[in-house]
């Protein structure tokens, strides 16, 4: 079968690879949508792992139901990508992201368990998910990125009545701006660098209003916006500008929570944090019942995620897409590949 395969600094080969066979343990699915996320286009700035069919945020079709005796054949699912190991202190408490091995062989994100970018995965059974017949293929697929900001806003805390800034207008960024909203907060402003993205956001009404942050006069137009600071900032890009601008865009005794990935280290003034008293709280993935709670919120009508997908693309234009969503100058956040058209 046909796969994108990461073979060198932001390029794709479109090769064949082997077709999983069942073994009466792992679900057999047939990918009928899988989502690009920025998560994905760090390994494919790098080139690396050389070999990665990445894609792991995706609906499928079960084609062998392996040892999940409630699955069907042609049963709808999305699966949490990740591979916690199901027994130590953080798997047994609800928190599948703090267990050592959960990254280690997630799908899409590891070399042995390829994603969404091919027509047919074995994904581990305990994982998988059902999705309810009102919830759409597209909306499946966009699950995973949601949970991730439902995550971030659940550890920011947000109060009702809080200003909160969300840096960085990609999917992460927009969801997270969608929960905020639905968590309370009086106003919600994203700042970005893509204006594109930027104005985007406020279009979509999940912001009150955007920032640009390669404005000179950043710092002073979100002061005088918020009349002196933000309660609540979001870092959802992961980068040394950005958070310097966090560290001066929040109030006195307020949070910051870093969601965004970067690579190489990022370098801040530690003396804002201090002299400000700020938390400083990182977010990684979700828990199981956060993306669960994903798919009754978009299955019961609470959450529009529909209006983030940009673009239904074939394997073939996988190269273009991760292009236009690094072009700094598009407006589209969430593209997505469908293997079958
Ligand atoms: N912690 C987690 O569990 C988790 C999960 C998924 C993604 N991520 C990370 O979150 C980040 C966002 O993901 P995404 O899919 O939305 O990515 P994305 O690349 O689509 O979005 C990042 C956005 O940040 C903007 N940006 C860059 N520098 C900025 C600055 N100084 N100020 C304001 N905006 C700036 C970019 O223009 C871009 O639109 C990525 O780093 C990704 O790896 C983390
Ligand atoms: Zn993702
Ligand atoms: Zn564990």
Redesign the pocket.
């Known amino acids: 079968m046909k796969a994108a395969v990461l073979d060198d600094v932001k390029k794709f080969k479109i090769t064949e690879i082997d077709k999983p066979t069942p073994d009466n343990e792992k679900v057999i699915i047939d990918i009928i949508k899988t989502g690009i ?3 994905d ?2 390994n494919w700035d790098a080139g690396a792992p050389k070999g990665l069919v990445m894609g792991h945020e995706f609906t499928g079709k079960v084609v062998d139901p392996g040892n999940r005796t409630d699955l069907k054949i042609g049963d709808r699912v999305t699966t949490l990508p990740i591979s916690p190991c199901g027994h130590c202190e953080a798997c047994e408490t609800g928190n599948p992201q703090y267990c050592s091995e959960t990254w280690l062989h997630a799908v899409g994100l590891s070399l042995d368990n390829p994603g969404g970018l091919t027509s047919t995965i074995a994904v581990r059974p305990d994982m998988v998910l059902k999705l309810p017949d009102n919830v759409k293929d597209e909306e499946g697929a966009m699950v995973e ?1 949601t949970a ?1 900001g439902l995550h971030a806003v659940h550890l920011a805390d947000i109060k009702v009545g809080d200003k909160v800034l969300i ?7 927009l969801v997270s701006a969608m929960f905020a909203k639905l968590e309370g907060a009086q106003y919600v402003a994203v ?4 204006e594109a ?1 930027g104005k985007k956001s406020v279009k979509l009404n999940v912001a009150d209003d955007w920032f640009n ?1 390669k404005d000179e006069h950043f710092i002073e137009n979100v002061m005088a916006k918020t009349n002196g600071g933000f309660d609540i900032v979001i870092d ?4 040394t ?2 958070v310097e ?1 966090e560290l001066m865009s929040v109030k006195a005794g307020g949070t910051i929570v870093l ?4 690579t190489k280290p990022i370098e801040f003034a530690s003396i804002l944090a201090v002299m400000k008293e700020l938390k400083i709280q990182g ?3 979700y828990t199981k019942e956060e993306f669960k709670d994903c798919i009754n919120l978009i299955a019961n009508k609470k959450i529009d995620v529909m209006k983030f997908v940009d673009d239904i693309l074939p394997l073939e234009d996988v190269q273009k897409a991760y292009e236009r ?1 690094t072009s ?1 100058t598009d407006d589209a ?1 969430k593209i997505m590949i469908d293997p079958n058209k």
């Open positions: 996320c920025g998560s286009i760090h990125p991730v840096v960085g207008g990609g999917i992460i960024g700042s970005e660098t893509n993205r942050a959802c890009s992961g980068n500008k950005a601008s969601v965004g990935v970067s977010a990684i993935a969503l700094g956040v």
